[in-house]
């Protein structure tokens, strides 16, 4: 089924954004299954939600490889962001609450509210797409995973993620448009290549990643930034 309506794209980067926002809105709207990820998500009404990662930087991969069939997600990564339960605004403020066994308590219990509605959202929408296996995680309390300041938004969070091409989320508005964030734009998406997140390198975690996921059988015409790769040449030639 195709829905009508255009892509709405909110980006660091203006150049040729308004194109290729465009193109992707069109390449979403084309997958049956991803347009109805995005209603089920819509429904329920979660603050700021938004479906990233692979689902769409593998869609937009796709079709620069043609593919007749969308390549079969592992998971569908929902993102969103709700900070009406107090948490810390860092890791290092968390743990110095251990001196305080009272203040300790009221943030394990507001990182427990938080996982609770994650896994209540999850819940129902496993619920509306059975055959989809959801991930939904509010990005209100995901830096402390990796010591940051507090994240102000979904845009904000998404864009410590670890490659540029992995940066984008989307959903659907009530009129059917696509909303796309993408903090470094959709041009490296659209270039077919792999490449690291300038904002926050981690050489190691991209490398295993780029391994692990097996990126350049799936898409052999992609090409890894080599100038972030420490082990680039034996990693291409084991691809090859």
Request: contains cysteine.
């Amino acid at each position: 089924m195709l829905l009508s309506g255009n892509a709405n794209c909110v980006s660091n980067v203006k150049p040729k954004q308004d194109e290729l926002c465009k193109r992707l809105g069109e390449i979403i709207k084309r997958d049956p299954f991803k347009v109805q990820c995005l209603r089920a998500l819509r429904s329920l009404e979660v603050p700021q939600g938004y479906i990233g990662a692979g689902f769409v930087r593998n869609a937009i991969w796709d079709e620069l490889h043609q593919k007749v069939s969308p390549t079969p997600l592992n998971d569908i990564d929902v993102v969103y962001f709700c900070d009406k339960v107090t948490i810390p605004n860092s890791s290092a403020e968390y743990k110095s609450t251990k001196e305080s066994l009272s203040q300790l308590d009221f943030y394990h219990e507001a990182l427990y509210a938080i996982k609770s509605q994650e896994q209540l959202f999850q819940h129902e929408l496993s619920r509306l797409v059975p055959h989809a296996n959801w991930q939904v995680k509010n990005q209100a309390r995901m830096h402390l995973a990796h010591n940051h300041s507090a994240y102000r938004s979904c845009h904000d969070a998404i864009s410590y993620w670890i490659e540029k091409e992995t940066c984008v989320a989307v959903r659907l508005l009530a009129n059917d448009d696509v909303d796309i964030i993408s903090p470094f734009g959709l041009e490296a998406n659209f270039a077919g290549t792999i490449s690291i997140n300038p904002k926050y390198p981690r050489s190691d975690v991209f490398e295993q990643r780029v391994r692990s996921k097996n990126w350049l059988k799936t898409w052999p015409l992609l090409k890894v930034v080599k100038k972030h790769m420490r082990n680039c040449k034996g990693l291409l030639q084991r691809n090859e």
